[in-house]
């Protein structure tokens, strides 16, 4: 089943502006992780957040974790044109589990030049 | 370094006919998996393994056959293909799940069953 919901599940903005989705979960997890998805492509890591982290950067993203909530955002500042794409949040749960992450719907994010 | 590779990138069965998906990965991981990514449904699990010879079932199974008989590689059967496993099928490969690793994944099979 479903572990991750992403909300939106679309936006459309303009190149330069910022960009947040978001993904709620529903069991207590060791890690989430945040993937890209270029059109008829594979996915893509772009950043792993730990459950006893809060917040992480790299380069233009911005992730944050709010366990209690059981939430996470993706930022994504100043879009270009090529961060067009379908974005996934996954989660490792807490206890393991060899199935390994489980995936939400997406967020399909659209940048209009 | 490849990475993770699937061959075909596409194929078209008849309803019935049987069909082998091939993952191959060159970065000595422990874990596979294949996933199904159908729209709006997001990647749902069919069957993953956590080593050489080892297979188990996932969140959609049923219809599916796996094999894993050497490390790099991960076969996916479909026996007796169905309209129904029309999808964009994924493997993934992961180096272990201790402390947390990122999945890798190939570029896909789009798969149409008429």
């Known amino acids: 089943s479903q572990q991750g919901e992403e909300d939106p599940q679309a936006l459309s903005i303009q190149e330069g502006e910022n960009a947040t989705m978001n993904c709620s979960y529903k069991t207590s997890i060791n890690n989430l992780q945040w993937y890209r998805q270029n059109s008829g492509r594979g996915l893509v890591h772009l950043i792993l957040?730990?459950?006893?982290?809060r917040e992480k950067h790299s380069g233009r993203l911005r992730v944050t974790l709010d366990t209690s909530k059981k939430s996470s955002s993706l930022l994504i500042t100043a879009s270009r044109a090529a961060d067009t794409a379908s974005y996934f949040c996954?989660?490792?749960?807490?206890?393991?589990?060899?199935?390994?992450?489980?995936f939400g719907k997406g967020t399909h994010l659209i940048i209009q030049p | 370094n490849a990475g993770v590779t699937q061959t075909p990138k596409f194929r078209v069965l008849k309803t019935g006919q049987s069909m082998t998906l091939l993952c191959a990965q060159d970065m000595n991981h422990e874990y596979m998996y294949w996933y199904r990514q159908d729209p709006g449904m997001g990647l749902r699990l069919i069957h993953y393994s956590v080593g050489e010879g080892t297979t188990a079932k996932g969140e959609v199974p049923d219809g599916y056959n796996v094999s894993r008989l050497k490390k790099q590689n991960f076969l996916l059967g479909l026996e007796s293909a169905a309209p129904s496993q029309t999808s964009v099928y994924f493997c993934?490969?992961?180096?272990?799940?201790?402390?947390?690793?990122?999945?890798?994944f190939g570029q896909g099979t789009r798969l149409t069953v008429v």
């Open positions: 993934a490969s992961r180096y272990d799940l201790v402390g947390g690793t990122e999945a890798f």
């Open positions: 957040i730990r459950s006893n982290e």
């Open positions: 996954a989660t490792d749960r807490s206890g393991g589990g060899a199935d390994g992450l489980t």
